[in-house]
Antibody, heavy 116, light 114 residues
Framework: QVQLVQSGAEVKKPGASVKVSCKAS????????ISWVRQAPGQGLEWMGW????????NYAQKLQGRVTMTTDTSTSTAYMELRSLRSDDTAVYYC?????????WGQGTLVTVSS | DIVMTQSPDSLAVSLGERATINCKSS????????????LAWYQQKPGQPPKLLIYWASTRESGVPDRFSGSGSGTDFTLTISSLQAEDVAVYYCQQYYSTPPFTFGPGTKVDIK
């Protein structure tokens, strides 16, 4: 069965960076891209970007351009999302999901807390 | 970027009654070459990731109960729960995936039991 397992919760100080991992199993990793979506506490879903696991092509939300980098490691079927220059409003649960358009399979979410 | 809006922000419906959620996009998400609407609906319960309910505006995902249905075209869409069950209490989001990213979500509609 398809599974996406994300890394654990993180606490970071403003200005730091965080890298969240998303390990995929149960399907051919390079056949699908990985999308990243975040959700601030009590708020809605925010689309962050997408990476092709086939060729590494990316699309990022404009508001995150320059601060976010999405990568994949096909040898371990793992996707990564790195966010730099963290601010308090980056505090959120970060989800990975398989695919680019509609998202059927999701990771369990990773809480990233940015606090001094 | 395409902006998605939803109405109402929240609604309370009696068990067994119909719930209707509206979603509007700032531009059409209907792709004329294939006549498909690039819109999905998700359900999210507290502490859980979203669950896909509907894609192509009206195609139910495998395993989703048939009381959930999607309709609409162009810029105006509706998610209907024909007979609300207790387990349907959740927040519902629409998302467009038309053309190139960003694939924006609506702000969500909270559904409760009256």
């Amino acid at each position: 069965q398809v599974q996406l397992v994300q890394s654990g919760a993180e606490v970071k100080k403003p200005g730091a960076s965080v890298k969240v991992s998303c390990k995929a199993s149960g399907y051919t990793f390079t056949s699908y891209g990985i999308s990243w979506v975040r959700q601030a506490p009590g708020q809605g879903l925010e689309w962050m970007g997408w990476i092709s696991a086939y060729n590494g092509n990316t699309n990022y939300a404009q508001k995150l351009q320059g601060r976010v980098t999405m990568t994949t490691d096909t040898s371990t079927s793992t996707a990564y999302m790195e966010l730099r220059s963290l601010r308090s409003d980056d505090t959120a649960v970060y989800y990975c999901a398989r695919g680019q358009r509609w998202l059927v399979y999701w990771g369990q979410g990773t809480l990233v807390t940015v606090s001094s | 970027d395409i902006v998605m809006t939803q109405s109402p922000d929240s609604l309370a419906v009696s068990l067994g009654e119909r719930a209707t959620i509206n979603c509007k996009s700032s531009q059409s998400v209907l792709y004329s070459s294939n006549n498909k609407n690039y819109l999905a609906w998700y359900q999210q319960k507290p502490g859980q990731p979203p669950k896909l309910l509907i894609y192509w505006a009206s195609t139910r995902e495998s395993g989703v109960p048939d009381r959930f249905s999607g309709s609409g075209s162009g810029t105006d869409f509706t998610l209907t729960i024909s007979s609300l069950q207790a387990e349907d209490v959740a927040v519902y989001y629409c998302q467009q995936y038309y053309s190139t990213p960003p694939f924006t979500f609506g702000p969500g509609t909270k559904v409760d039991i009256k």
